[in-house]
């Protein structure tokens, strides 16, 4: 699962009645950089999300992608990769501090 916000919406041309009365929302992916920094900006690269929560624009939402997103219609199979799972209203987002992520450089012993 992934925080992102809600930039827009999409209209089929056709419509899939499976999908009948899901809203598809345009939906920028939050980067760890601009969720702590808490500046109302995405950073990843949109998608489409499935949507029946009511997000509006510029409201913060958790997605879940891949197989998962088709969940909530089983056991009907629609064309649906990301799924819109809930409507943030508050977050405690904690980044860890730079002295407890550790890389070594050192070749392995053989």
């Known amino acids: 699962m992934r925080l992102g916000f809600v930039r827009g919406s999409v209209v089929l041309n056709s419509s899939i009645p499976s999908l ?3 809203r598809l929302a345009i939906v920028e ?13 995405g ?5 489409i999300a499935a949507e029946r929560l009511g997000a509006g624009n510029g409201q913060m939402v ?10 909530p219609y089983w056991p009907q199979e629609v064309p649906v990769d990301a799924w819109c799972a809930l ?11 730079n ?9 392995p012993r053989r």
């Open 43 to 47: 950073g990843g690269k949109a998608l």
């Open 87 to 97: 409507l943030v209203e508050h977050y405690d987002f904690r980044p860890p501090k």
């Open 29 to 41: 992916p939050i980067t760890p950089e601009n969720l702590a920094a808490r500046n109302g900006l």
């Open 62 to 71: 958790a997605f879940v992608e891949g197989r998962t997103a088709a969940n």
């Open 99 to 107: 002295d407890t992520l550790s890389v070594t450089t050192e070749e």
């Open 20 to 22: 009948q009365g899901t």
